[in-house]
């Protein structure tokens, strides 16, 4: 049995205060065996995620960790950008010394405002926008996984109502594609299980629709931002990407994907 999380915030995001070493603790507690911290990263100065990453800071903390945890817990380093397709050469720049094992794209903002901003817009627009931007972040970023592909939902949901699927297929469909063609995969964001949105980021629809096209690099992720979310939901997400088609999910190291079969996780 060897559960893997890759997706976790903490105290060097500027949305949470948890602490590294927390996060581990509560990693090994629940018989998770591999972890990544994703935190949030951007050079965009409208950005709210700017200015809070202090990486010399966040990659010794993770280096620490490693050495506490060597023997329970195997811990790897990686970021979630937003918007990485925009400012590209400065996310280059700054990126490319670190040796990173694992990076996620997300889009979090919608021409410099946060997504929740887009919804005085009717359902049907709000999402094509969003999704749009989706397109336009898998053609051009440096990422390994699209972090939880549908988030708009995440905030539109209550507000204008989740999107329909048939509705915005092409769309998606292209996405996926794109992603295929870049070797980028996607992952199973159990976080939406956790609220009322009861519902994994990305729909059952999206994740049945990336293995038909042939897509294979699947990675779970909590989105953990408090210590109690770690591994949160873990066995839904490997039942559910059983479900789907999928025989392995994947690892990062050095930002190589690399295969784990279900059968022997799940």
Same mark, same amino acid.
């Given at each position: 049995?060897?559960?893997?999380?890759?997706?976790? *915030?903490?105290?060097?995001?500027?949305?949470?205060?948890?602490?590294?070493?927390?996060?581990?603790?509560?990693? =090994?507690?629940?018989?998770?065996?591999?972890?990544?911290?994703?935190? *949030? #990263?951007? =050079? +965009?100065?409208?950005?709210?995620?700017?200015?809070?990453?202090?990486?010399?800071?966040?990659?010794?903390?993770?280096?620490?960790?490693?050495?506490?945890? /060597?023997?329970?817990?195997?811990?790897?380093?990686?970021?979630?950008?937003?918007?990485? /397709?925009?400012?590209?050469?400065?996310?280059?720049?700054?990126?490319? $010394?670190?040796?990173?094992?694992?990076?996620? &794209?997300?889009?979090?903002?919608?021409?410099?405002?946060?997504?929740?901003?887009?919804?005085?817009?009717?359902?049907?627009?709000?999402?094509?926008?969003? #999704?749009?931007?989706?397109?336009?972040? =898998?053609? @051009?970023?440096?990422?390994?996984?699209?972090?939880?592909?549908?988030?708009?939902?995440?905030?539109? *949901?209550?507000?204008? &109502?989740?999107?329909?699927?048939?509705? /915005?297929?092409?769309?998606?469909?292209?996405?996926?594609?794109?992603?295929?063609?870049? +070797?980028?995969?996607?992952?199973?964001?159990?976080? &939406?299980?956790?609220?009322?949105?009861?519902?994994?980021? $990305?729909?059952?629809?999206?994740?049945?629709?990336?293995?038909?096209? &042939?897509?294979?690099?699947?990675?779970?992720?909590?989105?953990? *931002?408090?210590?109690?979310? =770690?591994? @949160?939901?873990?066995?839904?997400?490997?039942?559910?990407?059983?479900?789907?088609? #999928?025989?392995?999910?994947?690892?990062?190291?050095?930002?190589?994907?690399?295969?784990?079969?279900?059968?022997?996780?799940?």
């Amino acid at each position: 049995m060897y559960l893997m999380d890759y997706h976790h *915030h903490t105290n060097h995001s500027f949305d949470s205060i948890a602490s590294m070493v927390d996060i581990c603790k509560k990693a =090994v507690e629940n018989k998770i065996q591999e972890i990544c911290f994703t935190e *949030h #990263f951007s =050079v +965009n100065p409208l950005a709210p995620t700017y200015g809070h990453m202090i990486f010399e800071k966040y990659l010794n903390e993770i280096r620490y960790c490693q050495k506490q945890f /060597h023997t329970r817990l195997t811990i790897k380093a990686g970021i979630e950008l937003c918007e990485p /397709h925009l400012l590209k050469d400065q996310y280059d720049e700054t990126l490319k $010394p670190l040796d990173l094992d694992f990076i996620l &794209g997300s889009v979090h903002n919608l021409n410099n405002q946060k997504l929740r901003l887009a919804l005085n817009e009717d359902q049907p627009t709000a999402y094509k926008r969003y #999704f749009n931007e989706l397109l336009s972040m =898998v053609s @051009a970023a440096d990422i390994d996984i699209i972090a939880h592909f549908d988030l708009m939902k995440r905030y539109a *949901h209550k507000e204008i &109502g989740l999107y329909t699927f048939d509705e /915005h297929y092409e769309m998606i469909k292209q996405i996926l594609k794109k992603a295929i063609d870049r +070797n980028i995969g996607i992952e199973i964001n159990t976080s &939406g299980l956790r609220t009322s949105l009861k519902q994994t980021l $990305p729909s059952i629809e999206i994740i049945t629709l990336y293995k038909e096209l &042939g897509g294979e690099i699947l990675t779970i992720g909590s989105d953990s *931002h408090t210590v109690d979310d =770690v591994g @949160a939901n873990m066995t839904d997400a490997y039942k559910l990407a059983k479900e789907c088609g #999928f025989n392995y999910v994947f690892t990062f190291e050095k930002r190589k994907p690399i295969p784990v079969k279900i059968a022997n996780i799940y």
